[in-house]
């Protein structure tokens, strides 16, 4: 089945500065990416996601870039600020078992 | 917020009991969902259903159990036989299983002493 790894587990940036978390995935057949932020204690909550047809997403601070051939995809987060500070959980999921594979997560924490 | 409900926010039970936790939605959705979340660790799915009166189990559904009798509800009992209960339980929904966007509860955290 769909493993999912995800780096680093933790990530420290200053204020303003920029954050980039990595997963990588293992069924090619895997075609939709969302990535959520979990803020302690609180629900996951999507921020932003990517499909399969996509190399790159963005929303304001925030975006996503997939390579399809290597099997991963990555967030980044620019001009980063202290309520950026939480765990990001990347996903992905695939066609054939339609549920999502989570990796473990990156606790990001932005020092004022 | 969301529109998906789980209560209670904590609950402690004693080793040996079995324990309920509620799930309910009123966004319409087919899809619900039951993970498992520990310190330090991603999500892990227990058991979903993709429609009333069906469900299949996730990747750890050993100790637990659901039904899902009604839309709305999708409860997930924590029984004595499931080894490590103490833990994080989030549920989510979805409108259809192939649909791509899951909504999260706010989670229950149980502690079994």
């Known amino acids: 089945g769909e493993n999912v790894e995800q780096h680093p587990s933790t990530l420290s940036v200053q204020e303003g500065d920029s954050a980039v978390i990595k997963c990588t995935y293992s069924d090619s057949a895997s075609n939709y990416f969302p990535w959520y932020k979990q803020e302690l204690g609180k629900r996951p909550q999507l921020i932003i996601d990517?499909?399969?047809?996509?190399g790159e997403k963005k929303d304001q601070r925030i975006a996503v870039t997939l390579n399809k051939t290597a099997k991963h995809f990555s967030l980044h987060i620019t001009e980063t600020q202290p309520e950026d500070s939480a765990v990001y959980f990347c996903?992905?999921?695939?066609?054939?078992?339609?549920?999502?594979?989570f990796g473990p997560g990156t606790r990001l924490s932005v020092l004022p | 917020d969301g529109g998906i409900t789980q209560s209670p926010k904590y609950l402690f039970r004693k080793e040996g009991q079995n324990v309920t936790l509620s799930c309910e939605q009123n966004?319409?959705?087919?899809?619900m969902y039951w993970y498992r979340q520990d310190p330090g660790q991603g999500l892990r799915l227990i058991y979903y259903s993709q429609i009333v009166n069906d469900f299949q189990k996730g990747d750890i559904a050993e100790g637990y159990s659901v039904s899902r009798e009604k839309k709305e509800s999708f409860p997930l009992t924590v029984t004595s036989a499931q080894k490590n209960p103490t833990a994080f339980y989030l549920c989510a929904s979805s409108i259809g299983q192939r649909t791509y966007e899951q909504y999260f509860g706010p989670g229950t955290r149980l502690t079994v002493t």
């Open positions: 990517i499909r399969s047809n996509v």
């Open positions: 996903a992905s999921r695939d066609n054939y078992g339609q549920n999502f594979v």
């Open positions: 966004l319409n959705h087919d899809a």
